[in-house]
């Protein structure tokens, strides 16, 4: 029967999806590690990049700042800044320009009003509230999912909210590394090999967020079938 589909399926490809996560996220380091190693033409750093990126889109109210951490790059939407790492911000290489000019993309897909990020935007507050939830939900829901298959239910919904953001987060990260390769192209900001790393270097970091999407998909498909499972027992 459909309802008793085997959940250890659910579990192994849980496991198998988290070792992927871990590659992928062990191979953008290394490529992290190469393109920052690689000195651009131009010699800008990544703040120049992002200054004349932003510029060629007329925005001027977004300010460019330097962030803490590895790998902490990020545009925030609520005060409009394009947060970069230092080595993102002070770098010249061909991963400052690529980092920069994608969080860039964001920037202009915020200034453009670019629909799945303005939904992305909208649904943080609710995203933040299950995320905060969400763990000690799960834990109470796989301990008492036989005797109380609401709780089950209650996890899905939770865990669906979690699962609709990394999903919708996939078309606006995407969207902003094709925004950020165009813009070096056409601005001639990168060489024709500097631009194939910066292309390699973007590919992997959206590849990070696609097992993101698929893990949480996966689980949440795992605790739906163990409802219907749950359910049909009683």
Same mark, same amino acid.
């Given at each position: 029967?459909?309802?008793n589909?085997?959940?250890?399926?659910?579990?192994?490809?849980?496991?198998?999806?988290?070792?992927?996560?871990?590659?992928?996220?062990?191979?953008?380091?290394?490529?992290?590690e190469?393109?920052?190693?690689?000195?651009?033409?131009?010699?800008?750093?990544?703040?120049?990049?992002?200054?004349?990126?932003?510029?060629?889109?007329?925005?001027?109210?977004?300010?460019?700042?330097?962030?803490?951490?590895?790998?902490?790059?990020?545009?925030?939407?609520?005060?409009?800044?394009?947060?970069?790492?230092?080595?993102?911000?002070?770098?010249?290489?061909?991963?400052?320009?690529?980092?920069?000019?994608h969080?860039?993309?964001?920037?202009?897909?915020?200034?453009?009003?670019?629909?799945?990020?303005?939904?992305?935007?909208?649904?943080?507050? @609710?995203?933040?509230?299950?995320?905060?939830? #969400?763990?000690?939900? &799960?834990?109470?829901? +796989? !301990?008492? %999912?036989n005797?109380?298959?609401?709780?089950?239910?209650?996890?899905?919904?939770?865990?669906?909210?979690t699962?609709?953001?990394?999903?919708?987060?996939?078309?606006?990260?995407?969207?902003?590394?094709?925004?950020?390769?165009?813009?070096?192209?056409?601005?001639?900001t990168?060489?024709?090999?500097?631009?194939?790393?910066?292309?390699?270097?973007?590919?992997?970091?959206?590849?990070?967020?696609? @097992?993101?999407?698929?893990?949480?998909?996966? #689980?949440?498909?795992? &605790?739906?079938?163990? +409802? !219907?499972? %749950?359910?049909n027992?009683?």
């Amino acid at each position: 029967m459909f309802y008793n589909f085997d959940y250890q399926i659910y579990m192994f490809i849980g496991l198998a999806l988290g070792g992927v996560g871990m590659l992928v996220q062990s191979r953008l380091r290394s490529k992290f590690e190469q393109y920052a190693k690689m000195p651009i033409s131009k010699g800008w750093t990544g703040k120049e990049v992002a200054e004349r990126m932003l510029r060629y889109y007329n925005i001027f109210d977004v300010q460019i700042v330097q962030a803490d951490g590895f790998l902490s790059d990020h545009y925030n939407p609520g005060d409009k800044t394009v947060n970069l790492s230092s080595a993102i911000y002070q770098g010249q290489s061909i991963m400052s320009a690529a980092v920069a000019a994608h969080e860039c993309g964001h920037a202009v897909q915020h200034a453009q009003a670019y629909a799945a990020l303005t939904f992305r935007s909208a649904i943080v507050p @609710v995203v933040n509230v299950a995320a905060s939830f #969400q763990q000690y939900i &799960l834990l109470g829901a +796989f !301990m008492l %999912a036989n005797q109380f298959p609401s709780l089950l239910l209650i996890a899905i919904l939770v865990f669906g909210v979690t699962t609709l953001f990394s999903v919708v987060t996939l078309p606006v990260e995407f969207d902003a590394s094709n925004r950020a390769l165009a813009w070096l192209d056409e601005s001639r900001t990168l060489q024709p090999e500097e631009y194939k790393g910066a292309k390699d270097a973007l590919w992997w970091a959206a590849m990070t967020y696609v @097992v993101a999407a698929l893990s949480s998909v996966a #689980q949440l498909l795992y &605790l739906i079938f163990r +409802f !219907m499972g %749950a359910r049909n027992r009683n």
